[in-house]
Every structure is written in structure tokens, then in C-alpha cells.
């Protein structure tokens, strides 16, 4: 027992370090001040010049500053010392009228900084973003209003957010109602996951679960504010025997974890012989929830039920529609989803085409100028993809609508084709996706950021925004449910990031499994449209 809680004060530590430790390197913006940058980062003015000899009130766009780092632990529950902490004190119910007075969050001054090309002009540019030529001049104090078009190539322009955009990250003003709520049921839960506390250089694993650490208690932070109540704890999934040993765990209402399948197994057995939730954010095994009742799988694999249910959604979505499946000669990995779809348009009674990619000039005979044409690659690999959409634009295809019909797997390197997205509003449907494009991805990335001092690893999904999901779904509705959780998860939701949550039994003697899915379209124009079913 003494060896466990050296291990938990050794994984508080861990994350004290990786919030905090060392100093950030920050490249100044066109209208940023040493007020703005101090607010971002928590720190003051005097600690920034005093990390930076000879740095004075006036700073240059441009010029890169070190940022030390913040001596006031960051405000989102992380661990201090030890891994248990408490959320919040419980507060009493009330059912009086409650008004709340909402903070307004700082809005940095630039969306994104801008470098000029050759024969832009002021106008063309706030054309591009959106903006009117004064909103961009007002955030470029170095452009004289009366020469707006004496811009430069390679100039570095400040791009301030649309009105739009400024409009839905303000917080709106609740107006005063009476809320009658049920009495709240402080939480107590652990997280069990890999955390690699005994590597000396994390790998992707270990750095990937510390993402999905902390996103949770970005998660706790912001109920904390709401007033939700309970303790967390944390530990590191290689020593899961000894933690199951502990008295407290038998006390917690919900477990997050493992990722190994025998752990998986281990906590199954523990919280069923406990009656305790599980949560297991990782495994699509299909037989996870079978012959238990506590048991909820975040991840669900798509199964031919999946893709009949996404099928007839898209053809009830797409009434009108002309498909044409191309088969790309080795590269057929989708090929039983293929078959799938297949079947459901010949049980639809759908006609369709088929074509070789060696053969893909044929396909101007298959297309129609009265339908939306949807071709639908045998491959989810970009060089697929990249070798589909080159071909077809080697062809005089523009007077028909041509879209891609497509995977999940795109969202890894729709970022890098993104022209091509554009040009052919590539659509898939997925049980996760973040839109780059979304007020409230941006406000976590920078939240994200601002708190542990660096961005969530490059994968697909965003382990941080993983765990917030999660936590903002069980936590927050467990509190405000309590033992009628299980019984009303059919009709429980959250605001979700990437990780959208829908439960239901599996069958009457099963768990639960989420069964939440999207379609993703990206749009010509550049926006993102996410429809969830």
C-alpha cells in the first residue's frame, strides 16, 4: 500500500511538470500588446521583460519573447501534490429564480495573422476573410487610413475575427427563470489509464494519455464554476492491481479506463462485483457491454448495422443522386463497405455504376447534369485519394456536380488537401470529428493551451478533447441525475468538442454503447457542415 501512494504523489507531480515547466517562446502579433500577452499567459508584464532583458513598453510584430512560467498554479483542477483533489464543496439546492452573471472571456485580438501576396490588395483581402477594410486597418495600427492601398507583398496583416464570429463568442445573457433541479449527487471517479510514469521519454501512448488527463480536468474546471461537486483521482494503469486494492476505490460512483483488454476485464469484474459505472473510452471490442449492466463503450466499431443506419441516412439527406463507385485497381481496402452500400441501394432499388480507375475517362458517360453525382473511391488512403481527384481533374467534368462520398479516415489529411475537399465537398460520416473551424474548437485549443503550455499531440481523435467529452457527459449528468442515470442515459446529451454521445443498450442484457455518428460535408465556399444523426 505504501508503494500506491508513491506512485499517485509521483503522477501528480508528472502533470505539475508538464503544465509548467521551462519557458514558452511566443512570436509577437500585428496589434498585440505586453498587456494581451500577459493575460494569455497568466503572467505579468514585469515577469515578461524581466525574462527578457532590455524589453520596454513598445514591442514590434515579429520580434519573438520568452514567456516564463506562471507562478500561480492554472485554475483547472490539476493536481497539486497529490492526485486526489476536490472539486467543489457540495452547494445546497435551490428553486428560487437564479440569475448568473456570465464572464466575458478575452477575445485575442487577431483570428490569424495574414502574410500578403503579390497583387493583393486591402480590399481583395477583406473580401477573403470576411471583414470590411476598416475593421482591418483598425487592428493594423502601422496602415495609415488614408493609404489602405499601399500594402506590400510579404507584409504581415493582423486579420481581425467577422462580426459573426465576435458575436458567438461572446456569452449571451441568461435571462432569470425558475429551475427546478433534482438534488444533486456528488461524484467521485477515477481515471485509470497507461500513463508511462516509469518511462524517462514518454512515448505516443503515454503522451497521448496525459492529453486525455488533462482535457478532463479542463472539464472539471469549467463544472467546478457550475457548482458540480465530487473528488477525482488518477493512476497509472500498470500498477491497476494495486489500485483496486485500495479502500477508496470500492467508495468512487464511476471508473474511466483501462486500455489494456486485461485490465479492461479487471475493472469489469471490480465495478459489476461494486456496483460501480465504467466507462472504457478506448476498446470497440464487440463484445465489451455483453452480459453486464454498468459497463458504457465510448468507441463503438462500425458494424453493418452502422453502415446500413449511415446509408439510409445519406439517401434520405441526398434524394437526388447519380452514384458511381470507382474501383482503384490494388487499393481496395473499403471493399467490404463497398459491398455494403451496394446491397443497400439494390435493396433501395438505387441504380448505380461502376468504374475502373484505368477506365476513368468512362465516366463522363455515367455522369448527369439533373442529379448531384457522388463517386465513392474502393480506398480510404490519401494516395487514393490524391491519385482520384488528379485524374479527375485532368478531365472536363465542369459542368456537372461532382462530390466525394467517402471515410473517417479522410479527416487525417483533409487539412493538407483541402482545395481538393473544396473543389469536390468531400463528405464521410464518423463517429468523431472536430470542426478546425468552430468558435468553440478554437476556444479549446487556446484554453488548452494557455493551461498546460503546449498543444494536444497530432492524432486523430484529439485525445484532450476526448476526455473532455466524456467528463462533461458522465460527470456533469451523473451529478444531476443520480441513481436515475442509467435508467434516463437515452435521453441525456451534453455540448460536445469532437466526441458526440448517444447511449443505448446494446440488447436487454447488455450495457450501454454510444451510437452517436455525424456526417461531415466540407462546402465550397470553405465552411464545414456537421449534421449528427
Known amino acids: 500500500m505504501k508503494n500506491v501512494k508513491i506512485i499517485l504523489w509521483v503522477l501528480g507531480f508528472l502533470f505539475i511538470c508538464v503544465s509548467a515547466y521551462g519557458q514558452t517562446k511566443h512570436e509577437i502579433k500585428a496589434g498585440e500588446t505586453l498587456y494581451s500577452i500577459s493575460r494569455t499567459y497568466g503572467v505579468t508584464i514585469s515577469a515578461i521583460q524581466a525574462a527578457n532583458p532590455g524589453l520596454g513598453e513598445t514591442i514590434i510584430a515579429g520580434q519573438t519573447i520568452n ?72 487592428a493594423n495600427p502601422t496602415i495609415e487610413p488614408d493609404k489602405k492601398d499601399r500594402i506590400k507583398k510579404g507584409q504581415m496583416l493582423c486579420i481581425p475575427f467577422t462580426q459573426a464570429e465576435l458575436k458567438a463568442m461572446r456569452p449571451v445573457e441568461a435571462e432569470e427563470e425558475e429551475i427546478i433541479i433534482k438534488e444533486p449527487v456528488p461524484v467521485n471517479f477515477a481515471i485509470i489509464m497507461p500513463f508511462g510514469l516509469n518511462q524517462q521519454k514518454k512515448t505516443r501512448e503515454a503522451i497521448t494519455m496525459i492529453d486525455f488527463y488533462e482535457g478532463i480536468m479542463l472539464a472539471v474546471s469549467e463544472m467546478k464554476r457550475d457548482g458540480v461537486s465530487g473528488k477525482v483521482y488518477a493512476f497509472d494503469e500498470a500498477q491497476i492491481d494495486s489500485v483496486l486494492a485500495l479502500p477508496q476505490m470500492k467508495k468512487v460512483n464511476l471508473i ?33 457491454v455483453n452480459n453486464t449492466h454498468n459497463v458504457y463503450q465510448v468507441n463503438q466499431k462500425m458494424d453493418n448495422d452502422t453502415y446500413d443506419r449511415a446509408f439510409a441516412s445519406f439517401s434520405a439527406m441526398h434524394p437526388n ?23 443497400y441501394l439494390n435493396s433501395e432499388q438505387i ?31 490519401k494516395t487514393a485519394f490524391d491519385r482520384l481527384v488528379k485524374r479527375l481533374g485532368e478531365l472536363a467534368l465542369d459542368s456537372y456536380r461532382i462530390n466525394l462520398f467517402g471515410y473517417t479516415d479522410w479527416q487525417a489529411f483533409a487539412d493538407k488537401s483541402i482545395d481538393a475537399f473544396k473543389k469536390y465537398q468531400c463528405m464521410f460520416f464518423t463517429s468523431f470529428y472536430n470542426n478546425p473551424n468552430a468558435t468553440e474548437t478554437y476556444a479549446f485549443n487556446q484554453r488548452f493551451r494557455s493551461t498546460f503550455g503546449r498543444d494536444q499531440y497530432n492524432t486523430y481523435p484529439r485525445y484532450g478533447m476526448l476526455g473532455y467529452d466524456i467528463a462533461n457527459f458522465f460527470v456533469r449528468n451523473m451529478y444531476i441525475e443520480g441513481e436515475d442515470f442509467a435508467a434516463n442515459i437515452e435521453n441525456l446529451t451534453s455540448e460536445a468538442i469532437q466526441n458526440p454521445m448517444h447511449f443505448t443498450h446494446k440488447n436487454t442484457w447488455s450495457g450501454f454503447i454510444n451510437n452517436a455518428m455525424m456526417f461531415v460535408k466540407y462546402n465550397s465556399d470553405g465552411t464545414i457542415s456537421v449534421k449528427q444523426l
Request: hydrophobic share 35%; glycine share 2%.
Open 67 to 138: 514567456i516564463p512560467s506562471s507562478s500561480t498554479p492554472p485554475q483547472n483542477g490539476n493536481v497539486q501534490g497529490s492526485v486526489q483533489h476536490i472539486i467543489i464543496q457540495p452547494t445546497p439546492v435551490t428553486t428560487t429564480p437564479v440569475a448568473t452573471t456570465p464572464v466575458t472571456p478575452e477575445i485575442p485580438p487577431c483570428k490569424e495573422t495574414y502574410e500578403v501576396k503579390k497583387k493583393e490588395t486591402l480590399y481583395s483581402i477583406a473580401q477573403r476573410f470576411g471583414v470590411t477594410m476598416d475593421e482591418i486597418v483598425a
Open 321 to 343: 443522386t447519380n452514384y458511381i463507385f470507382v474501383n482503384i485497381e490494388d487499393q481496395t481496402d473499403k471493399a467490404d463497405y463497398v459491398m455494403r452500400l451496394k446491397n
Open 351 to 381: 441504380s448505380y455504376f461502376n468504374c475502373d480507375f484505368q477506365n476513368i475517362a468512362n465516366i463522363v458517360e455515367m455522369l448527369t447534369t439533373n442529379k448531384e453525382n457522388y463517386i465513392i473511391p474502393s480506398s480510404s488512403t
Open 256 to 288: 474511466i479506463g483501462a486500455k489494456d483488454a486485461n485490465n479492461i476485464n479487471k475493472l469489469k469484474a471490480f465495478t459489476e462485483k461494486n456496483n460501480i459505472s465504467l466507462v472504457v473510452p478506448l476498446s470497440s471490442s464487440t463484445t465489451l
